[in-house]
């Protein structure tokens, strides 16, 4: 509960500064203080009670079809989300990455890093 | 089966494989990058032509050996096949479109763009969110990292916004999904779909956090500057592929999603979609920049399919038939937004206006004409069908709001698009020729149009049903666009010679009724006036194709059945009409507000359609409208449609514009046969609304008074132009007044007395637009006041004018005068004193500016510039010769002509026994009121009485001196230059002095005021869109939660 | 009757009304000339005038438009009275009234209208198109009270029938339109005003500005014609006016004392006043006398 609490005040955090700060850093900082917090919640609210490990033995049915797979995930826990999870950590990282990628290049091009000087195209 | 990792695998592979080989050769890696690209297109094909579509679950596939939801399940029905058929192909066009760029950049971007299509065909394919997620972010990634394939200061710009929008989105996202996992224990969306909607509110609020941030993706209004800035400034390759593959992909995963929401999302999401299909279009008014206006554009398109797939669930619809809909609008923007984007491209002009360039090269233009068309929703594109699919669906549920909103929303679109249609087609002097073609671009470009008419033709005859009949109009436009190389003459005989054949073969002798003469009037009458085109000496590309198309459509109104065929038909009409009058040199405002009214007429009359009783197969409308009887709305609706074609008074603006800049010959036929489209439609409607409109008399008594003061004002408006086409115009005006005075009385006479008028005014106005025609070919001007005196360099067409003029104004012994004697027998004898005392002084009013048509520019003074004018060329004495035999012929003989109309009128309303025919002698016994008039006997006397005393004249007479022009006595003197004498400029001065007070433009000044307004609130709105990069996150996320707490989502 | 007695009779009917129709003008001429204190020509004047004109050797044209403008002009008043039956009950004056109904009638005074200003347009002159735009603004205007009066006509009598409308005034005095209806007739008297161009409508001819508007360049026998059509029209418009307001006439001499007086109230209003400008007569026409024709409608519907 805990690590969920913690997980949304970073979201707020994250967004906050996303949205007030002028500095294109600043702001992908945001970005990654809202991803981190993120895969806090996913953490936090991922663990399933009275659910056992994801190994198939002869409890699991491993037959194919939407009903069998009910029947699975009545006795382990589902593992395509803990897998996925990992993804979307490498996901935040790579979008991150990209964000200052392009910071770079729109100190470039515009001499600037404060995102009120990036208006020009609007209406 | 194909199994779809085999796609997934070849973007991978492809992805992986070319930074590799590219250290070799940058050709090498090209070459892969097509061969994947053409695999995957191949893959998803080869899905397509299988035949094993069954039910959804049959044709998933798990990854790993585990059912669902241990594993990752992708799904590859049919409806996946199908778009990733498209999205495939559009991802090799795009990719052979930027063939030249991808040489150039680094190896990076087509890894990136097969990266791109990898996530786009996941996200189709998915059946588990997350892998969603995973798929949405790599198509995302790609996009950004593309974006910026452009370096300039904009595009990192545009490019930096979309991944803050992109980001937030995600995390709304992944946190819906977290949350949703909680209460499921699972992530495969068959499975949620399996457990139903729970009722936690936690659940809920993460299933909209889940499809809000698809819905953000899809870039709604107002949460969408990011993406519009985008649009602006990627490169034409990359906005292209944003705006087909991205939206397309999402749009899939977002109806994916669809099954598991609660009922109550629904009606939200279809909010949020119509709106944001209404308001993009609203604010794109005002928009100059080509690139931008097109992003407007997409979002307003996938604002109306978002509305489509979540509005129309609550109706009576199958789920097919919403897709369907949904596919027609999005296959057509597909399409259609990836050439604009590539024709922006490859023109490199900025602001909507500088794209006159196209003027110079007719390929693009063309292209560029069928994409506007296309996105506009004329037949025989995707986009026509799914409207009128929707408008059904939307106005037979009563749904009036999300109707308005769409037919307003709709108009908007059009209002900018067909506004850029006429920037493009306007000769520019200083514009260059485009001499940089690169093939590729060209390749795709074509490849791409093709396959949209492919599709759209598929869809017609496949889904639709269309009889091939229908499609005629268009044949006949794709069969002369061949020919079209071919001398004006040889097209003008063959296009003769196949309307003539088409009408022996279809109409001769298989009409009955009132269709027999609609017929006459609007093949035989546009027939005729074929010659009059046929003077010109140089090629006039295009108008052959579009005339005969338009000619077909007339055709075809008579032989339409259905609703759908009719309204085709219809829609067809108003397409090539509007792209002929475009032809006109200065024509694109006036053309606008052509296509813009008859856009408007058309979506009411579609409604009314609608709202009407089904109509049989099979059996022509014009014959079935006895057999249904409809309600006063539909009657309404419709009505109103028509009225708008025909002009009346309050929506006549659009009239005197285009029949004035339409080319000459071409207003010809507008006025003489164009106009009885609408005069068809009307009188179809009255029959079958005849009984509740007799039930309630209010109606046809309003339509009475429209009718007279049309004609009225029409008249008085006319006698102060100076342009002798605006005249005319305006005098077509006063003239459809009558016709539609008549048919309101509801009575037999009165139906005959606008028939008759209907008939009349083809002939006369035709006559004299063609003797007008040929005057302005002869002295280059319009204004009538720089012409006189040319009775003695063009002899015959002023006898036409003569002709037609005494036609006009109801003088006897010519046919006019009985059109003039049935509308005021058939108004006084149903009580109607005071409409025919108004009637009366609309035709003494007509006098005026036909006095003025003929004396300024037949009679007075010569101008000296023009004494070298010779007599029209015979193309144009040919259609005035037969119109004045005509007249002469029912002048002499009206029997012709009256009695085959009151046996077609007796039909419907039954000839009363008081009207009789003896001989040449209409006698009317009627209880209220009796009258006659022997049409025959008059021509005599009238002959007799001119004879005599122009034989006692030439007796007396023998020695008449002639004199010049210039030999008159002014003021007991020679005047130094006589044709400054030439009385003409503002001639009724006196009379605008006493009644000009009445034609002050009220009206026009209405419609410019709505004109103001709507552009001022879309200039206000656009406002919203600052620029900056963190008020559109603000944006966003007020959106989220603006929709959440009106929804009451708990 | 054969087709060559009616034609004969046609003849005899026309000769008839064009004497009578030059006579009144040369009374008029004279009654005018009186009351502005000058001798005045004989009232045979017009004949003479006509004789003369046409006995000019040389004669000047413009052009085939021109040449024909007198022959649409005096074809306009001959045709006018020939759809008109002038006396009741006569065969001889029932002309080819058979043709069509009043509003044939109304229709057809155009046509000469037409013709003379096409023809007087060719002529090339500033003044007769002047002239034609005046007379063709003051038309449409007094045109309003003329057709709404008839139109009330109609509902009165429930015919457009000009032998009906005279048959159903027959009986007594107190049977005449101009009893029964009476806000009709003067709806249409004031619209008479307007179509004989007597003062104070007489902008078109204007002597003192457009020497006489219209004609200007025409000369001899031309001018004879338009002199003849002259009585012609002025005796056929009366006629149609004694018809539908005045009881019509069961023989010649109370036609030709009913014209007379009909005629003597336009030349009475005609000395007695001044000239309205084109914008001042249109304005009247379309105010008090349109109002009154309303009127006359409005009187039958309640």
């Not at chain 2, 990292?145 to 595009?155: F, Q, T």
């Not at chain 2, 436009?477 to 040889?490: G, N, V």
């Not at chain 2, 003077?535 to 006039?540: G, R, S, V």
């Not at chain 2, 009411?604 to 409208?625: R, W």
């Amino acid at each position: 509960m805990i690590i969920l609490i913690h997980g949304l005040m970073l979201i707020i955090i994250g967004i906050w500064a996303m949205l007030t700060r002028k500095n294109l850093i600043r702001i992908i900082i945001g970005f990654a203080i809202v991803d981190t917090g993120i895969n806090l919640v996913l953490v936090a609210i991922g663990y399933i009670k009275g659910k056992t490990a994801p190994i198939i033995n002869d409890a699991v049915s491993t037959a194919q079809g939407a009903a069998a797979g009910m029947q699975a995930v009545d006795k382990v826990v589902d593992p395509v989300p803990s897998a996925l999870v990992l993804t979307a950590i490498v996901i935040g990282l790579a979008v991150t990455a990209l964000m200052l990628a392009y910071a770079i290049r729109m100190h470039k091009t515009g001499r600037s890093l404060n995102i009120d000087d990036f208006e020009e195209q609007k209406w | 089966m194909v199994n779809p990792l085999y796609l997934i695998a070849v973007f991978l592979a492809g992805a992986f494989l070319v930074p590799f080989v590219d250290k070799a050769d940058r050709r090498i890696s090209l070459g892969i990058f097509y061969l994947a690209l053409a695999a995957s297109v191949g893959l998803s094909l080869a899905r397509l032509m299988q035949a094993d579509f069954t039910a959804m679950t049959e044709s998933q596939v798990f990854t790993a050996g585990f059912g669902a939801p241990l594993s990752i399940a992708l799904g590859f029905g049919f409806k996946e096949a199908i778009l990733l058929s498209f999205v495939n192909i559009m991802g090799l066009l795009a990719g052979l479109y930027l063939a030249k760029r991808l040489a150039r950049e680094s190896v990076q971007s087509i890894s990136l763009l097969l990266l791109l299509l990898l996530g786009a065909n996941g996200l189709i394919l998915t059946r588990d969110i997350f892998n969603g997620f995973v798929f949405l972010e790599i198509l995302s990634i790609a996009t950004y990292a593309l974006i910026g394939l452009k370096s300039s200061k904009n595009a990192m710009a545009a490019g930096f916004k979309y991944m803050l929008a992109g980001g937030l989105a995600s995390s709304f996202f992944l946190i819906g999904i977290a949350f949703a996992y909680r209460y499921t224990g699972t992530l495969n969306i068959d499975t949620w779909i399996n457990m139903g909607v729970l009722m936690s509110p936690g659940y809920r609020i993460a299933l909209y956090l889940i499809i809000m941030a698809i819905v953000i993706e899809l870039k709604p209004f107002p949460a969408n500057g990011w993406a519009l800035d985008v649009y602006q400034s990627a490169h034409s390759g990359i906005a292209a592929v944003i705006s087909t593959i991205n939206t397309g992909a999402l749009l899939f995963f977002f109806y994916k999603l669809l099954p598991l929401l609660p009922a109550e999302f629904m009606p939200l999401l279809a909010g949020a979609g119509l709106i944001s299909f209404f308001f993009s279009n609203l604010v794109a008014l005002r928009q100059k920049n080509a690139g931008r206006l097109l992003g407007y554009s997409s979002t307003a398109q996938t604002g109306l399919i978002i509305f489509v797939l979540t509005g129309l669930s609550g109706f009576n619809l199958s789920q097919s038939s919403i897709l369907m809909i949904a596919a027609g609008l999005f296959v057509t923007n597909f399409f259609a937004k990836s050439g604009l984007f590539w024709l922006a491209g490859l023109i490199k002009k900025e602001t909507t206006k500088s794209w006159s360039v196209l003027s110079k090269n007719s390929l693009l233009l063309a292209l560029f004409g069928i994409f506007i068309l296309a996105l506009t929703g004329f037949p025989p594109f995707p986009s026509f069908f799914a409207k009128v699919e929707l408008v059904r669906a939307l106005a037979g549920n009563g749904a009036w709001v999300s109707l308005s909103a769409l037919l307003a929303g709709s108009l908007l679109e059009a209002v900018y698009l067909l506004r850029w249609l006429g920037f493009a087609v306007k000769k520019n002097e200083e514009d260059a020729l485009i001499e940089t073609m690169p093939i590729p671009k060209l390749v795709s470009l074509m490849f791409g149009t093709v396959l949209m008419i492919l599709v759209s033709l598929l869809i017609t005859t496949k889904v639709y049903h269309l009889s091939s009949g229908m499609m005629y109009p268009l044949m006949a436009f794709l069969a002369f666009m061949i020919i079209d190389f071919l001398p004006m003459k040889t097209k003008g005989f063959i296009a003769i010679g196949l309307i003539a054949y088409w009408g022996w073969m279809f109409f001769w002798g298989k009409l009955l009724g009132i269709g027999s003469l609609f017929g006459i009037i609007l093949i035989g009458g546009s027939l005729v006036q074929i010659f009059g085109f046929m003077h010109y000496k140089d090629n006039k590309a295009g108008l052959f194709p579009l005339l005969v198309m338009l000619i077909f459509s007339l055709g075809n109104l008579l032989q339409a059945c259905t609703k759908l065929e009719f309204f085709l038909t219809w829609e067809f009409m108003t397409l090539s009409s509007y792209l002929l009058i475009l032809r006109g040199k200065h024509a694109q405002k006036a053309a606008l507000t052509y296509i813009l009214f008859s856009l408007s007429g058309a979506y009411l009359i579609l409604t009314g359609l609608v709202l009407s009783p089904s109509f049989y197969h099979k059996i022509p409308v014009y014959l079935l409208s006895d057999m249904i009887q409809m309600g006063l709305p539909a009657a309404i609706f419709l009505g109103i449609g028509f009225l708008i074609k025909l002009g009346a008074l309050g929506v006549h603006i659009w009239l005197p514009e285009s029949y004035t800049e339409a080319e000459d010959e071409f207003t010809s036929i507008m006025s003489s046969v164009l106009s009885k489209a609408g005069v068809f439609g009307l009188l179809i409607v009255l029959i079958m609304a005849k009984d509740a409109l007799v039930a309630n008399g209010l109606i046809t008594g309003a339509l009475g008074w429209l009718g007279a003061l049309t004609a009225f004002f029409g008249a008085l408006m006319a006698v102060f132009q100076e342009d002798v086409k605006k005249l005319l115009a305006y005098s077509s005006m006063s003239q459809l007044g009558y016709i539609i005075m008549g048919f309101a009385l509801m009575s037999h006479l009165g139906w005959v007395s606008g028939l008759y008028l209907a008939f009349n005014h083809l002939f006369f106005k035709a006559l004299i637009f063609m003797a007008i025609t040929g005057v302005i070919l002869r002295t280059g001007t319009r204004n009538m006041y720089e012409m006189g005196g040319l009775i003695k360099k063009m002899p015959i067409s002023f006898i036409s004018v003569l002709m037609g003029i005494i036609a006009v104004s109801g003088v006897p012994p010519l046919s006019g005068f009985g059109s003039k004697w049935f509308i005021y027998t058939s108004l006084i004898e149903q009580g109607h004193y005071f409409q025919a005392g108004l009637a009366f002084f609309a035709s003494a009013i007509a006098f005026l500016y036909l006095y003025r048509l003929i004396h300024t520019v037949f009679l007075g003074q010569a101008k000296p510039a023009q004494k070298d004018v010779k007599e029209a060329p015979i193309w144009l004495i040919i259609p005035q010769a037969v119109f004045i035999m005509v007249i002469m012929g029912i002048s002499m003989f009206p029997n012709y002509i009256t009695k085959p109309i009151s046996s077609a009128v007796s039909g419907f309303i039954t000839k009363p026994d008081w009207l009789s025919w003896t001989g040449y002698n209409i006698t009317l016994a009627s209880p209220v009121l009796h009258g006659n008039w022997n049409g025959n006997l008059v021509m005599m006397v009238t002959m007799g009485v001119f004879g005599i005393p122009l034989v006692w004249l030439l007796l007396v007479n023998a020695r008449v001196q002639k004199v010049k022009q210039f030999n008159i006595v002014f003021a007991a003197e020679r005047p130094d230059k006589p044709w400054t004498t030439h009385f003409a400029h503002n001639m009724f001065a006196h009379y605008k002095k006493a009644l000009g007070w009445l034609i002050t433009p009220k009206i026009t000044e209405f419609w410019n005021n709505v004109t103001e307004w709507t552009h001022s609130i879309a200039a206000t709105l656009s406002y919203i869109y600052t620029g900056n990069g963190q008020t559109y996150l603000l944006h966003i996320f007020m959106y989220v939660l603006v929709i959440f707490i009106i929804g009451g989502v708990r | 009757m054969s087709f060559a007695t009616k034609l004969m009779l046609s003849f005899l009917s026309l000769g008839v009304i064009t004497i009578w129709g030059l006579t009144l003008n040369g009374i008029v001429a004279k009654i005018f000339a009186r009351v502005q204190g000058r001798l005045g020509p004989p009232f045979w004047q017009p004949f003479i005038d006509i004789i003369k004109n046409n006995a000019k050797r040389t004669t000047v044209s413009h052009g085939i438009m021109f040449y024909l403008g007198p022959v649409f002009r005096i074809a306009g008043g001959i045709g006018t009275y020939m759809f008109i039956p002038a006396v009741l009950g006569s065969v001889m004056f029932s002309n080819y009234s058979v043709s069509g109904d009043v509003f044939l009638v109304m229709y057809f005074i155009f046509f000469g209208q037409l013709g003379m200003a096409l023809g007087a347009g060719e002529g090339g002159h500033p003044y007769s198109a002047i002239g034609v735009a005046r007379g063709l603004a003051q038309m449409t205007a007094f045109e309003v009270p003329f057709a709404l009066s008839v139109i009330s006509l109609a509902v009165q009598y429930h015919t457009l029938n000009i032998t009906e409308i005279v048959m159903a005034q027959q009986g007594s005095i107190l049977n005449w339109t101009l009893f029964t209806n009476p806000l009709a007739v003067i709806a249409a008297m004031i619209a008479m005003l307007g179509m004989t161009m007597y003062n104070p409508f007489s902008v078109v001819i204007a002597p003192q500005e457009t020497p006489i508007g219209p004609p200007t360049e025409y000369s001899a026998s031309f001018l004879g014609l338009l002199a003849t059509n002259r009585g012609i029209f002025n005796a056929a418009k009366l006629v149609l006016f004694m018809n539908l307001y005045f009881g019509g006439a069961t023989n010649i001499i109370s036609m030709l004392v009913k014209t007379f007086a009909i005629y003597m109230f336009s030349v009475f209003v005609g000395v007695a006043f001044p000239r309205f400008k084109t914008e001042d007569s249109i304005r009247f026409f379309l105010k008090v006398p349109a109002l009154l024709g309303a009127l006359a409608i409005v009187v039958w519907l309640i």
